[in-house]
């Protein structure tokens, strides 16, 4: 490392100075672009709001000029309604109104006169204008199917073009269109607020296929106070929307953006929603809509600045906005190259500073190297001479000699004197090394009688410790198979008890079995008396139907002697002979049956009364053989209870053995520990001798007188 300790002075003394300079040059230049940079965001910000104003200033006097231009052409198309309306109000009766004829040539005379007019009509109320609807009906010249006056010019290319107006009713029509208006919104706006109306623009089917975007200026004609009918002018607006494109061109470059929105929010005219032009700003631009409704004059986002311009028509009460908007990179332009003028300027004073700095830098450097030389060449002779001293063979009688410097003086003189006393040092430590090295011939010798005896003591330990764990083998032997035996009649134990339990059981069910075979061979009997008891009835029955057979046939002799009196007695009588026929003959078979169930339930009988003796037998072998097994688990338990007593006493001597040859085995690891520090110290004796030997030969190698 350049600052560790063994490094040169002149080294460190240079580099030391050289990051003093350094770090100075950095913090100034730290400062100085610091500085530079609050200056050049100083002047960047104040450049932004300058800009801003410029450019919002700008954008409202674009879109002044537009919307005036915009509010002179509607309020010059608007004059033509207003002044017919006026001169149709004076000359209404009871004054002397002008021929149907006559209005007609007025009104067409008005739209041929302004360009900026599609079409211009007249429409009044039934008797409202001449008091003449009756002598005019359906003389569609001037009047409806009604007779009222209908005056309705159309301008179509290039030519003006009177369409007749056949149904009255058209202008009374309130159904909602498309654009949520009365269909006859144009004609009920002024009837019913009696003031000029501005509608809303919406697009006109001038031709299939074809349509423009229009609005409409209707004025009320009044008379004596009362609507009598209105004028109205239809203007094209897309010449509003090539003004809009033609002042967006004169603003920034046509990199503005301007939308005219109508009372009901309908864009009128648009550069970016061109497609959009008669639909409700909404499919544009909630965010324009919003802008259009608020009070704010000007609307800065991170994407745009606008500004709304009112374009007020006055005759009509209605207000149109016209928003001006600009990108907002196009509009910080300027903020922008002054910007990038600013960073070429900040990096070009930072790589000027750097440069100076790296010179100040190295003329910095060169003069730490002339500063350290300065100091370091005094002191390199005194290592010099040191390095002289430690190359004379370790001869302490040398001496250091220095003239220059006071300092370096004082140095020298030190160092002499410690050289001195570090001489008489060494002779005393040659005296006391030549004595330890009779004391380590003795601790050696001494070491060596150690580390016989405890290698004796080790054999005799391992003999010891062989004995005892051979018997500890044959203890643990033993103790294994009294544990095997005893666990072994245990296991026979738990067998022949299960044994002898399940016995007891199966002598249980046996002597259940033989008392109810007992009470099913006295059940038997009993159905065999049953079945006696039945064969009497069954012989009492039969002689009751010969009886019966003897009468009926006794009745039958009786009605063949009454002759036609007794046929019915004899119809009855044979019934009653067959009758006890059957009856005879159905005893004859029970009787039979009960004969054959007799014979089954004495053979029956004597089966059980086999089975039974065959079962008293088999009950007293069973509880022979329970007894004899009761016996065998006597006898068992008391095998299994001398065997856990040797197993125990067994593993008793085991544990003791165990204990025993696990002393003998520390005391053997304790001798083997103290051999192996015998070892040791012999080694260390050694070892200590030739360090002794080597440190003598290293204070011989000083020269102390």
């Known amino acids: 490392m350049i600052l560790s300790k063994s490094a040169p002075l002149s080294t460190k003394i240079t580099l030391l100075f050289a990051l003093l300079i350094a770090t100075c040059i950095v913090i100034l230049s730290y400062v100085s672009s610091n500085s530079l940079e609050d200056v050049s965001e100083q002047q960047l910000n104040y450049m932004e709001d300058e800009v801003k104003k410029s450019v919002l200033s700008s954008l409202e006097r674009g879109g002044t000029i537009a919307g005036n231009k915009v509010a002179t052409l509607l309020k010059q198309s608007f004059s033509i309604p207003l002044t017919l309306a006026q001169i149709f109000s004076d000359s209404a009766i009871p004054q002397k109104p002008f021929s149907r004829e006559k209005v007609k040539k007025v009104t067409h005379s008005a739209l041929k006169a302004n360009e900026a007019i599609s079409s211009l009509y007249t429409h009044l109320e039934k008797d409202g204008y001449d008091g003449l609807d009756d002598q005019n009906r359906n003389n569609f010249e001037h009047s409806s199917n009604t007779g009222a006056l209908e005056i309705y010019w159309v301008r179509e290319n290039g030519q003006t073009i009177f369409y007749p107006t056949e149904d009255a009713g058209e202008k009374y029509i309130e159904t909602i269109n498309e654009s949520g208006m009365r269909e006859s919104e144009w004609y009920l706006c002024p009837r019913d607020k009696v003031t000029p109306c501005a509608l809303d623009p919406y697009l006109y089917e001038i031709e299939p296929g074809k349509s423009e975007l229009l609005t409409t200026l209707s004025a009320p004609i009044i008379s004596q106070g009362k609507f009598i009918g209105i004028v109205g002018a239809d203007i094209n607006l897309p010449v509003v929307q090539t003004w809009i494109e033609q002042a967006s061109t004169g603003l920034f470059n046509g990199k503005s953006m301007l939308t005219l929105i109508s009372q009901n929010n309908i864009i009128v005219a648009s550069t970016k929603y061109k497609d959009l032009v008669g639909q409700p ?161 003795e601790l050696d010798s001494g070491a060596e009688q150690v580390k016989n005896d405890t290698d004796n003591q080790q054999m005799n330990l391992d003999n010891m410790a062989t004995a005892i764990n051979e018997m500890s083998v044959t203890a643990m032997e033993v103790s294994r198979l009294s544990q095997d035996t005893a666990t072994n009649a245990s296991d026979a134990n738990d067998i022949l008890t299960g044994t002898q339990s399940s016995l007891q059981g199966t002598v249980t069910e046996i002597e259940k079995l033989s008392i109810n075979m007992t009470e099913t061979g006295e059940q038997i009997e009993k159905v065999a008396e049953r079945t006696q008891n039945i064969t009497s009835i069954v012989s009492t029955i039969q002689s009751i139907a010969e009886q019966t057979n003897l009468l009926a046939l006794n009745a039958a002799i009786e009605a063949a002697r009454a002759g036609e009196m007794g046929r019915g007695f004899a119809v009855v009588a044979d019934e009653v002979r067959n009758l006890a026929s059957r009856t005879q003959t159905s005893t004859t078979e029970i009787s039979d049956l009960i004969q054959f169930l007799q014979t089954d339930v004495d053979v029956a009988v004597g089966n059980l009364t086999e089975i039974k003796q065959s079962v008293d037998v088999s009950v007293d072998a069973t509880k022979d053989s329970f007894e004899q097994l009761a016996n065998g688990v006597t006898s068992i338990n008391a095998i299994s209870d001398s065997s856990v007593q040797v197993a125990t006493a067994a593993e008793e001597q085991s544990q003791v053995s165990e204990e025993v040859n696990m002393q003998v085995v520390a005391i053997s690891d304790s001798s083997k520990q103290l051999a192996e520090m015998g070892e040791t110290l012999s080694e260390m004796s050694a070892r200590a001798q030739e360090l002794i030997n080597d440190l003598n030969a290293q204070l011989n190698l000083l020269k102390s007188e």
């Open 281 to 441: 700003v909404t499919k544009g631009s909630n965010q324009l809509l919003q802008f259009a409704k608020s009070s704010e004059k000007t609307h800065i986002t991170d994407e745009n600045w606008q500004v709304k311009v009112d374009v007020n028509l006055e005759e009509a009460g209605v207000t149109w906005k016209l928003i001006v908007s600009i990108p907002k990179e196009v509009a910080m332009m300027p903020v922008i190259s002054l910007k990038k003028a600013s960073d070429e300027t900040y990096t070009s004073a930072i790589t000027s500073l750097v440069i100076h700095s790296i010179l100040f830098l190295a003329v910095a450097v060169g003069i730490a190297v002339w500063l350290a030389k300065s100091i370091s060449s005094p002191i390199k002779s005194v290592s010099d001479s040191v390095q002289n001293l430690s190359s004379q063979e370790g001869d302490l009688t040398q001496k250091v000699h220095i003239q220059n410097h006071e300092e370096l003086i004082r140095l020298a003189s030190g160092l002499n004197d410690f050289m001195n006393k570090l001489a008489n040092i060494i002779g005393g430590s040659k005296a006391v090394s030549q004595q330890l090295v009779g004391l380590m011939a």
